[in-house]
């Protein structure tokens, strides 16, 4: 079974841009969530989608949104970066909740300039 | 050993040596604690979880303890090859919901051959 799957790998991107960013679950996992992993605050938690709904959302400004597809598929946009923005950001997937635990993609590494 | 929030700490150990990783995690009310191993350049992949009706799990070469009188969480490598040498997070949930899934900044652990 292939795993979670994250395009593109990397980004370079300038402050005042937007960049969206993709990942396919693992095939009949219907929950997907985002994460931003930088070296000074480690694994912080954007959103989960389930079923094309926002389920749960952390901690982060508008700027941050996504969005799910009727194929468990997902996008997360961010739009006019900050430098600050850079770090990766890693997508999650699970069977249905959080009594199966989260698998990973290899995640975005982006970088904003 | 490693707390929810600190830096990150590193444990070196000899091939062949047992491991162990700590973790103090922070909510008396966590309920489902799950280890993260993550290589350079990947996301962190799974390795074991356990509930907090659970003292022990024991996995493939892993054993995570738990230890809720005290707020402590470890996990026990076996026989620590080269290959184990990684970052590992533990993550710590309550409730049942995403949002409440917190995780470590991590411990890295480097095997000597």
């Known amino acids: 079974k292939a795993g979670v799957t994250q395009t593109p790998r990397y980004l370079i991107k300038t402050r005042g841009q937007q960049v969206t960013l993709s990942c396919s679950p693992i095939?009949?996992?219907?929950?997907v969530s985002w994460y931003q992993q930088t070296p000074g605050q480690g694994l912080q938690f954007l959103f989960e989608?389930?079923?094309?709904?926002?389920?749960n959302k952390g901690n982060f400004p508008g700027r941050f949104s996504g969005r799910q597809f009727s194929n468990s598929r997902s996008e997360m946009n961010v739009s006019t970066l900050e430098l600050g923005d850079s770090a990766l950001y890693l997508c999650?997937?699970?069977?249905?909740?959080?009594?199966?635990?989260?698998?990973f993609g290899n995640g975005t590494r982006l970088t904003v300039t | 050993g490693e707390s929810v929030g600190l830096h990150l700490p590193t444990l070196s150990v000899q091939e062949g040596d047992n491991s162990i990783i700590n973790c103090a995690y922070s909510?008396?009310?966590?309920?489902?604690f799950i280890w993260y191993k993550q290589e350079s350049g990947k996301g962190p992949q799974f390795i074991i979880d356990?509930?907090?009706?659970?003292d022990k799990r024991q996995g493939q070469r892993v054993t995570v303890l738990l230890n809720k009188t005290v707020k402590h969480l470890s996990l026990q490598i076996a026989a620590t090859q080269p290959g184990d040498s990684a970052v590992y997070f533990c993550a710590e949930l309550y409730g049942g919901s995403q949002g409440n899934l917190i995780f470590g900044k991590g411990t890295k652990l480097s095997v000597k051959p």
């Open positions: 909510n008396s009310a966590s309920d489902y």
């Open positions: 999650a997937s699970s069977f249905l909740d959080m009594n199966s635990p989260l698998h």
């Open positions: 095939s009949g996992h219907r929950s």
């Open positions: 356990i509930r907090s009706n659970m």
């Open positions: 989608y389930f079923s094309e709904t926002q389920r």
